[in-house]
């Protein structure tokens, strides 16, 4: 019979309810190395048995485990701590599995190792879909009858930002874009694609921020077979679109390892496969977008100051779409031309009224953010003619709400206005009254941003908006 350490066994009755709930892999070993708790998630990744695990040392399991490679174990023995630490290895069945898991040993109160804990995730997954894009990249790039990108403006300030676009594209040097998400910067590393002479060849995008850091080295210079377990031979990034360009969408997201490593391929144009012995070159054009200023990210150290200079040979800054609300009246009515055939009324035009609710929006999502509210509005809409109202994001928690229109105007009267204020003029007293509703509702809320705003009856987006708008800081969590 296993025999468990009692502070071990009592930890374990406490959570293992809640480790059940959380829905994915997690196991527990205790200090002989034997499995004492291994859930549902850890037995379909691995392709054992839940009840044959239990009790049973981790090497029994994995018979072609080495000591040394488990994490578990050097957690065990040696007390080391791993966070989101890479793996691919053939589970019990022969399958391969890409993991990234967290593993730490388990002490008791005399600071005693009694076992190791591991919570992690499939990145199998992951892995398979990009493959897939690979793949339809290889043959999406082949077609190059493709037009210029939709950019839909009229103001100056936009028009200046497309001559500049154009300029940067007929040289070829690398290009950076900034601007806030939902302000296009995908569409103008098109543009910039498009008006070059790599316009017949690849051009390829990589969203830093949407893969695992572990994933990005091997998408970008592709593997060899045998560099790691499971490794085959996988174009990267760089020979994929070689000859054209490849952009590079929230550089900030990249760890400052891998921009080294970027840097270095900028200079020399050479790289190494993950495994691979012999260098290997690469006529790309990188385009690199961020979502944050550069210059905080210099400040705090986020991106390398080399690589930002290597790549700000050019740079296009993306003005937000509130510097530019005389673009919002065109912006709407192309978004309901090209949505018109995926509603059950016909919306032709936008009234008066509706176009006053769009321009003086705060649009902290930008034009991604304005195109999903005209859909929206078209959807919930149930007369054809003009878009006669648009349902904002706060007004979706509205349609939820146990509480009428009356109810929240009389509570809003009832709220105290510091009386000091009335020395401000108008847009001072409502700035401050504004400021100290949400510094209230956020403290109510523990700051958490999703909470304050469900409080506030206003969406996430347009709370992050005002809280940078107001700088208040301390203590919120973006949730």
């Known amino acids: 019979m296993m025999t468990i350490d009692p502070e071990l066994l009592q930890a374990l009755e406490i959570f293992k309810h809640f480790f059940d709930l959380i829905h994915q892999p997690i196991a527990i070993i205790d200090k ?42 050097q957690a065990l ?72 990108p939709d950019i839909v403006f009229v103001s100056e300030k936009m028009q200046k930002v497309i001559d500049q676009t154009n300029m940067l594209g007929r040289n070829d040097v690398p290009v950076l874009i ?41 998408t970008l210079f592709g593997t060899v077979k045998g560099a790691f377990t499971g490794a085959e031979n996988r174009q990267g990034y760089l020979e994929l ?39 290997m070159h690469s006529d790309v054009r990188i385009v ?23 790549l700000n040979v050019g740079l296009i800054k993306l003005p937000a779409l509130r510097d530019r609300t005389e673009d919002i009246p065109v912006l709407a009515r192309y978004f309901i031309d090209k949505h018109k055939n995926d509603v059950n009324v016909v919306i032709s035009g936008i009234s008066e009224q509706a176009l006053q609710q769009l321009i003086t929006a705060p649009w902290p999502g930008n034009v991604r953010m304005l195109e999903n509210a005209i859909v929206r509005s078209m959807v919930l809409q149930n007369k ?15 349609l939820n709400s146990s509480f009428s229109q009356d109810d929240k105007t009389h509570k809003t009267d009832k709220t105290p206005i510091n009386k000091s204020t009335y020395e401000n003029n108008l847009t001072e007293q409502v700035e401050n009254y504004e400021r ?44």
Not at 41 to 69: C, F, H, R, T, W
Not at 182 to 187: A, F
Not at 188 to 200: E, M, N, P, V
Not at 384 to 398: A, C, K, N, R, V
């Open 77 to 148: 023995q040696l007390g080391k701590e791993y966070q989101d630490n890479y793996q691919s290895y053939y589970n019990h069945v022969g399958k391969v599995v890409d993991y990234l898991h967290t593993t730490v040993p388990l002490y008791n109160e005399k600071k005693e190792i009694i076992g190791a804990i591991e919570i992690g995730r499939n990145l199998s997954t992951v892995r398979h879909l990009q493959d897939q894009v690979l793949k339809l990249n290889s043959k999406l790039y082949h077609n190059k009858e493709q037009p210029l």
């Open 32 to 73: 002989k190395g034997n499995y004492i708790y291994y859930n549902q998630e850890s037995a379909e990744l691995d392709g054992y048995p839940k009840e044959q695990a239990i009790g049973k040392p981790m090497l029994e399991v994995y018979p072609n485990l080495k000591k040394e490679d488990s994490t578990m174990l």
């Open 288 to 310: 690199a977008a961020m979502n944050e200023s550069p210059t905080e990210l210099l400040k705090t150290g986020k991106i390398r100051s080399d690589l930002f200079y290597r």
């Open 178 to 218: 900034v601007g806030e998400t939902g302000t296009g910067k995908e569409l103008f590393a098109r543009l910039i694609h498009k008006t070059s002479q790599r316009r017949d060849k690849a051009f390829i995008s990589l969203n830093c921020g949407a893969l695992p850091t572990t994933l990005i080295e091997s």
């Open 241 to 279: 679109a070689n000859g054209g360009t490849l952009f590079l969408d929230e550089l900030n997201a990249m760890p400052l390892e891998m921009q080294s490593k970027l840097l270095r391929f900028l200079q020399e144009k050479t790289y190494w496969q993950l495994g691979g012995n012999k260098e």
């Open 384 to 398: 054809s003619g003009e878009l006669q109202h648009i349902t904002l994001d706060e007004e979706l928690f509205e």
């Open 436 to 479: 100290q509703l949400i510094i209230d509702a956020l403290n109510q809320a523990n700051g958490k941003i999703i909470t304050a705003a469900k409080r506030l009856n206003i969406s996430r987006t347009t709370l992050q908006y005002k809280v940078k708008k107001y700088n208040i800081h301390m203590g919120v969590i973006d949730d």
